[in-house]
C-alpha cells in the first residue's frame, strides 16, 4: 500500500509564496516511483478543478490562472512532486490535492489520493 502525503500548505499574504510537496512512500519494501502527477484544489462551494500536471519525460500542463506563477516538479528520486507557488492571490485559497500514478516494484502502478493541505491567501 501507498501513502502518499502532502505537506507545506499554510496561511500566507497576498504576494507571498508557498511549496507545496507530495511524497509517495511504502512499508512493503518496494522501490517507489511517481510517474506523473497532479495538484488539483477546492475553494469552499467549488469544484475541484486541475491545477498543475507533469508525466513522462516531465511535460508539464498549468491553469491558465496559475500560468507563470506556479511550477510543478519531481523531485531526484521520483516519489516527491513539487508545487511552487509564487505571487499568492486571495483566489488561490483552497485545499489542495495531489493526484499521483505510483509505481511500485512489488505490485505495480495504481492512482492515489493524497488527503489534502490547505493554503490561505489574506489579501
Known amino acids: 500500500q501507498v501513502q502518499l502525503v502532502e505537506s507545506g500548505g499554510g496561511l500566507v499574504q497576498a504576494g507571498d509564496s508557498l511549496r507545496l510537496s507530495c511524497a509517495a512512500s511504502?512499508?512493503?519494501?518496494?522501490?517507489?516511483?511517481?510517474?506523473?502527477a497532479a495538484w488539483y484544489r477546492q475553494a469552499p462551494g467549488k469544484q475541484r478543478e486541475l491545477v498543475a500536471s507533469?508525466?513522462?519525460?516531465?511535460?508539464?500542463n498549468y491553469a491558465d490562472d496559475v500560468k507563470g506563477r506556479f511550477t510543478i516538479s519531481r523531485a531526484t528520486g521520483m516519489h516527491t512532486v513539487n508545487l511552487q507557488m509564487n505571487r499568492l492571490t486571495a483566489e488561490d485559497t483552497a485545499v489542495y490535492y495531489c493526484?499521483?500514478?505510483?509505481?511500485?516494484?512489488?505490485?505495480?502502478?495504481?492512482?492515489?489520493w493524497g488527503q489534502g493541505t490547505q493554503v490561505t491567501v489574506s489579501s
Open positions: 511504502t512499508t512493503t519494501g518496494s522501490i517507489v516511483r511517481i510517474n506523473q
Open positions: 493526484n499521483a500514478e505510483v509505481w511500485l516494484s512489488m505490485t505495480g502502478t495504481r492512482s492515489y
Open positions: 507533469i508525466t513522462g519525460e516531465s511535460p508539464t
